[in-house]
């Protein structure tokens, strides 16, 4: 049976995507959950904050009071997005009747940090330590030749000038489906899709790069959650400021080398300390790539196209609209086949509803048939699911 599992288009769904273990060890850290409710629909942002001091189960229908009826649109947006985050779990009973809590990780980091605030990870250094900081505009002219000085030894790597540190096996791995080579022979050319990629603005060039570098972090023996946790906390750093790399871990060094090529952050040393600045790029991270390029261009064409007497009208493109459209490519988007385990031949009814109770209580119950006991369960959870039966037949 496939498991549905989000296709990493931006961002957040990067964030989704990791299994459920790794998302909950995430919200061990409470500038994580802010930078999560901040990526949220708005309608999901206020049913977080709704729910944040409720620890009982509420129902689908009880929710479904909470908008009127031409907001029905969002409020599936906003349950969906919320669930494919793990901000909030549902579950259903016998009766197939759904009930939504918030996780109490996520619910409880993000209480004691909106209550008591929190500790950044690290502060800026103070200035009678670092040398000379470059400007705002001069911090931006060293992103904007980084993020050039990049692209051109990416779609041209035999090309002269200057080059860039990142290693040519993780330049092989940037270059897939951009550049093609017949033979060893002949250079490399731009694919259809280097094409394109030539044509996208900063951001989406920049969200293609960053999600292939979190892909592929697991064979470089980077832990793609480590790797997003300290993307996230990049987020809350503030541009232009000086941070000590003593403060970070090595991992976190490496990480910052290969983010100073792309233009995200700038390495300074001093007589003594060194440090790095982050640019931009970093601290707009999680915010500016947190809508996908293909519904911005719809919604875009739509708005220049319109009828000039539509057009006079703010919104110019119906929110009713805009939201058929979110769901649309959620739909088309988010949908990828992955093993999943099928059980059946259950000795009784009890161990089949004690084994659907198990499964749904780990958020691993992908489906169940009461009438043939029968259930299939997220790979995630194969071992607990192994040794939970082992138990039964004890």
Request: proline residues 5%.
């Amino acid at each position: 049976m496939p498991q549905v599992k989000i296709v990493a288009r931006n961002f957040m769904d990067m964030v989704a995507s990791l299994p459920v273990m790794k998302l909950d060890m995430l919200y061990d850290n409470s500038f994580i959950c802010e930078a999560i409710l901040r990526s949220l629909p708005p309608l999901a942002k206020k049913y977080v904050l709704q729910m944040l001091y409720i620890d009982i189960p509420i129902t689908a229908k009880s929710m479904e009071e909470w908008v009127l009826p031409d907001g029905f649109s969002k409020h599936k947006v906003a349950i969906d997005r919320l669930i494919q985050l793990r901000v909030m779990t549902e579950t259903f009973d016998r009766k197939k009747e759904a009930t939504y809590q918030l996780n109490p990780k996520f619910q409880f980091n993000l209480q004691k940090h909106l209550v008591h605030g929190g500790i950044l990870p690290r502060e800026p250094m103070p200035s009678n330590i670092t040398v000379r900081l470059p400007s705002l505009e001069e911090l931006e002219a060293y992103a904007v030749e980084q993020w050039e000085c990049f692209l051109l030894n990416l779609i041209s790597s035999s090309e002269g000038g200057k080059t860039t540190n990142i290693s040519s096996s993780m330049m092989k791995i940037f270059q897939r489906g951009l550049l093609s080579q017949r033979d060893d022979r002949e250079p490399p050319r731009l694919t259809e899709s280097g094409f394109q990629f030539l044509l996208m603005d900063t951001n989406a060039q920049l969200w293609y790069i960053i999600r292939e570098y979190i892909t592929n972090a697991e064979e470089r023996g980077v832990d793609s959650a480590d790797l997003i946790a300290f993307l996230l906390e990049l987020s809350f750093h503030v541009t232009g400021k000086a941070y000590n790399t003593n403060t970070i871990t090595d991992l976190q060094r490496s990480i910052i080398k290969d983010l100073s090529d792309l233009g995200l952050v700038k390495l300074q040393q001093g007589r003594k300390e060194s440090w790095f600045i982050p640019t931009k790029l970093a601290t707009n991270l999680s915010i500016s790539l947190a809508d996908t390029t293909s519904r911005k261009q719809i919604v875009s064409f739509l708005q220049q196209n319109a009828h000039p007497r539509v057009a006079e009208r703010i919104p110019s493109v119906p929110e009713n609209v805009t939201d058929q459209i979110i769901l649309w490519e959620s739909d088309l988007n988010r949908v990828e086949m992955e093993p999943a385990h099928f059980y059946d031949e259950f000795p009784s009814k009890d161990v089949f509803e004690a084994a659907c109770d198990f499964a749904r209580e780990y958020g691993g119950l992908l489906w169940e048939d009461s009438k043939r006991m029968r259930l299939v369960v997220k790979a995630d959870i194969l071992t607990e699911m192994k040794e939970f039966l082992r138990r039964q037949k004890q």
